[in-house]
């Protein structure tokens, strides 16, 4: 009996240890980054415009971890980038003025209008918008 008794206590311990390895990883939430560009100082009518998030305290030339793109139709145009990990970022947008940035680095050159960077703590849906005053002309 006493020995039945250990069988069971034991092949119990044992089931325990293998549900407890079969425990599934918690995924890391994913949210969205979205708003609007605007540049009024010239028409950037039908011109594609890049934002892209890179690592925390990059630069505007890293290849981008998660990017969009959206088409100025006017002043202005919206984007949203979704299923973006929570994270630390630095967030850059770019009008492509001649119409040859590539994917995926996404890197100006000469002529095309970008912003500096802004740093990006994402934990939840986040909106980062770039006015008028964020522009200037890459050298």
């Known amino acids: 009996m ?7 206590l034991i092949l119990f311990a044992v089931a325990l240890v293998f549900v407890g ?13 979205f708003g609007r560009l605007t ?3 010239i028409d950037p009518g039908n011109r594609v415009a890049w934002i892209k998030l890179v690592a925390a305290e ?6 981008a971890l998660y ?10 145009c919206d984007y949203s980038m ?8 630095s967030v850059y947008a ?5 119409g040859n940035t590539e994917e995926p680095a996404l890197v100006p050159d000469s002529g095309d209008l970008v912003t500096f960077g802004k740093p990006l703590i994402l934990w939840s849906k986040t909106q980062v918008d ?5 522009w200037h002309l890459m050298p």
């Open 2 to 8: 006493i020995v039945k008794k250990m069988a069971q």
């Open 21 to 33: 390895c079969g425990e599934k990883e918690t995924p890391t939430p994913t949210h969205m980054v």
């Open 39 to 41: 540049f009024t100082s």
């Open 58 to 63: 990059g630069n505007l030339t890293d290849s």
């Open 67 to 76: 990017s969009s793109s959206c088409l100025f139709q006017g002043p202005g």
């Open 82 to 89: 979704l299923f973006v990990p929570e994270g630390e970022y």
């Open 94 to 98: 770019l009008i492509d003025m001649n």
């Open 130 to 134: 770039f006015p008028d005053t964020a």
